[in-house]
C-alpha cells in the first residue's frame, strides 16, 4: 500500500514561516512530480506548487517569491517552506504524488490527509 502522510502544519502569525513535509511511503518503483494543493472553506482546490522528477518547479502567482518547493528523492519526501505568511494562506494544504508501484503499472495520484494551515492577522 502506498501512502502520503503530512506534517508541519499549524498556526502562526502573519510574516511567520512554516515548514511542510509530505512523505510517500509503501511500495514505490518511481515518483513523477510531487505538488501541494490547498483549500480553504467554499473554494476549490488549487495548486500551490509542484515539482517533477528533473527538479523543475511551478508555482502558483499568490505564491511566487514566498513559498519554496523542494524534494529529497532517496527519501521520497516533498517539503513546502512558506515564509511570510498571509492571512489569505489560511487552508488545509494537501500533498499529491505521481507513482507508480512497478515498471509495469501506470503513473496514478496519490494523496495525502491534508493539513491544516492558519494564519493569524
Known amino acids: 500500500q502506498v501512502q502520503l502522510v503530512e506534517s508541519g502544519g499549524g498556526l502562526v502569525q502573519a510574516g511567520g514561516s512554516l515548514r511542510l513535509s509530505c512523505a510517500a511511503s509503501g511500495s514505490i518503483f518511481s515518483i513523477n512530480d510531487m505538488g501541494w494543493y490547498r483549500q480553504a472553506p467554499g473554494n476549490q482546490r488549487e495548486l500551490v506548487a509542484i515539482i517533477i522528477s528533473g527538479g523543475r518547479t511551478n508555482y502558483a502567482d499568490s505564491v511566487k517569491g514566498r513559498f519554496t518547493i523542494s524534494r529529497d528523492n532517496a527519501k521520497n519526501t516533498a517539503y513546502l517552506q512558506m515564509n511570510s505568511l498571509k492571512p489569505e494562506d489560511t487552508a488545509v494544504y494537501y500533498c499529491?504524488?505521481?507513482?507508480?508501484?512497478?515498471?509495469?503499472?501506470?503513473?496514478?495520484?496519490?494523496w495525502g490527509q491534508g493539513t491544516q494551515v492558519t494564519v493569524s492577522s
Open positions: 499529491k504524488a505521481t507513482m507508480r508501484e512497478s515498471w509495469y503499472t501506470p503513473f496514478r495520484d496519490y
